[in-house]
């Protein structure tokens, strides 16, 4: 797709504080972060501290939304099958980066997995990278990466956007299948990046739970629906990982569902703020009266209800059937603090209809 004319709205992204934000805390002063926790729990815990951000710079592209904001450089956690690597801040990066990429129609965070930076000043390039995929427990799916700026000024970025990694289902379907570039311009300035809110947190670092999210005016923060609220019969819960698998079956059929079956929807989310789980390998088995009337894995999929889920075509599900639910491996997406010791081993879970 040809780039088109982008959307400059809100583009000072170094406005200090939490402008458009509420649910952080009060500012404090600080501009490196405390040791990270040596007893950490396998599960969601709370970090060390939390930070706020500049206000959003924007642009658009059809349905294409982003919006780039930047806070303190600060340490991460990349994921490979089963492992986890560390990234710290290294001298020289001025900023966290951070792009949330979303259907201006439906508000749905879009789970692409490829979105590339390429940022210059004076027609120089400065920065050139592919951003991480991440999940935050204050900002939920994101692209994001440590960068080095060339001080105090303005700048010129241009978002690379791949085409949309999952089934798109209902007002969603084959919206998002070509990628596109957005260029959007944000300010820098050190001085207004120092004062960014940022609250450590002594009394509850290590400890099981999570900050809430962030609430954003002018951006949406990812999520998916309770299990009260789900659009379909819901057959289930369970948790696994740390992580709460959801089973239903929809409401609506999409339309690739074949006659006489019926659409099965596994919704992997985390604990506290339901944050989807995106680019996990999910399989299910579905068994009736000891017979096995399903067994396969199940496509990444998101919808304008649904949110992002793991789905199938099945026979319709009947009472007393059982559902075994088998996440074969971790969401590979990058961690920040808080995250990175939580849904990467799994075990069966069964659940009965």
């Given at each position: 797709m040809?780039?088109?004319?982008?959307?400059?709205?809100?583009a000072?992204?170094?406005i200090a504080?939490l402008a458009?934000c509420?649910?952080?805390?009060e500012?404090?002063?600080?501009?490196?972060p405390?040791?990270?926790?040596?007893?950490r729990?396998d599960a969601?815990?709370?970090?060390t501290?939390?930070e706020?951000h500049?206000?959003?710079?924007m642009?658009?592209?059809g349905r294409?939304?982003?919006?780039?904001?930047y806070?303190?450089?600060h340490?991460?956690?990349?994921i490979?099958?089963?492992d986890t690597?560390k990234v710290?801040?290294?001298?020289g990066d001025?900023?966290?980066?951070m792009?949330?990429?979303w259907d201006a129609?439906?508000?749905r965070?879009l789970p692409t997995?490829n979105?590339?930076?390429?940022?210059?000043?004076?027609?120089?390039?400065?920065?050139?990278?592919d951003l991480w995929?991440?999940l935050?427990q204050?900002?939920?799916y994101h692209?994001?990466?440590n960068v080095?700026?060339?001080?105090?000024?303005?700048?010129?970025?241009?978002?690379g956007?791949?085409?949309?990694q999952a089934?798109?289902i209902?007002d969603l379907?084959g919206a998002?299948?070509?990628?596109?570039?957005?260029?959007?311009?944000?300010?820098y300035?050190?001085?207004e990046?120092?004062?960014?809110s940022?609250e450590e947190l002594p009394?509850?670092?290590?400890?099981q739970?999570?900050?809430?999210?962030?609430?954003?005016?002018?951006?949406p923060?990812?999520g998916?629906?309770e299990?009260s609220?789900?659009?379909g019969e819901?057959?289930g819960?369970?948790?696994s990982g740390?992580a709460?698998f959801?089973?239903?079956t929809?409401?609506e059929?999409?339309?690739?569902?074949?006659?006489d079956?019926t659409?099965?929807?596994v919704s992997?989310?985390?604990?506290?703020?339901?944050f989807?789980?995106?680019?996990?390998?999910?399989?299910?088995t579905?068994t009736?009266?000891?017979?096995?009337?399903f067994d396969?894995?199940?496509?990444?999929?998101?919808?304008?209800?649904?949110?992002?889920?793991?789905g199938a075509?099945?026979?319709?599900?009947?009472s007393g059937?059982?559902?075994?639910i088998?996440p074969?491996?971790?969401p590979q997406i990058?961690?920040?603090?808080?995250y990175?010791?939580?849904f990467?081993?799994f075990?069966e879970v069964?659940l009965?209809?």
């Open positions: 040809e780039r088109r004319d982008f959307l400059r709205a809100g000072t992204l170094g504080g458009g509420t649910g952080l805390f500012t404090t002063s600080a501009n490196a405390p040791p990270v926790v040596e007893d729990p969601v815990y709370y970090p501290h939390v706020g500049g206000k959003p710079a642009a658009e592209d294409y939304r982003l919006a780039l904001v806070s303190y450089p340490r991460f956690w990349t490979a099958g089963t690597n710290s801040i290294a001298d001025d900023v966290h980066l792009a949330t990429v129609e439906t508000g965070v997995a979105v590339s930076a390429e940022i210059s000043r004076d027609g120089e390039r400065v920065d050139s990278r995929p991440m935050s204050n900002m939920g692209f994001g990466d080095s700026l060339d001080g105090d000024g303005t700048y010129t970025a241009e978002i956007i791949g085409a949309m089934r798109g209902g379907a998002f299948d070509e990628p596109t570039t957005l260029e959007v311009e944000f300010e300035s050190e001085a990046k120092n004062d960014i940022y009394d509850r670092q290590g400890q739970g999570a900050v809430e999210a962030m609430e954003m005016e002018m951006m923060v990812s998916v629906p299990a609220d789900f659009p819901v057959h819960e369970a948790t740390d709460a959801v089973a239903a929809a409401d059929t999409p339309e690739f569902v074949g006659d079956l659409y099965l929807v992997p989310r985390t604990p506290h703020n339901r989807p789980l995106p680019f996990m390998s999910v399989s299910a579905l009736r009266d000891g017979e096995t009337a396969d894995s199940l496509d990444a999929a998101i919808g304008p209800e649904l949110g992002y889920h793991y075509e099945v026979p319709p599900v009947e059937d059982e559902l075994t088998a074969e491996s971790p990058s961690r920040h603090e808080g990175e010791t939580a990467m081993s075990e069964t009965t209809a």
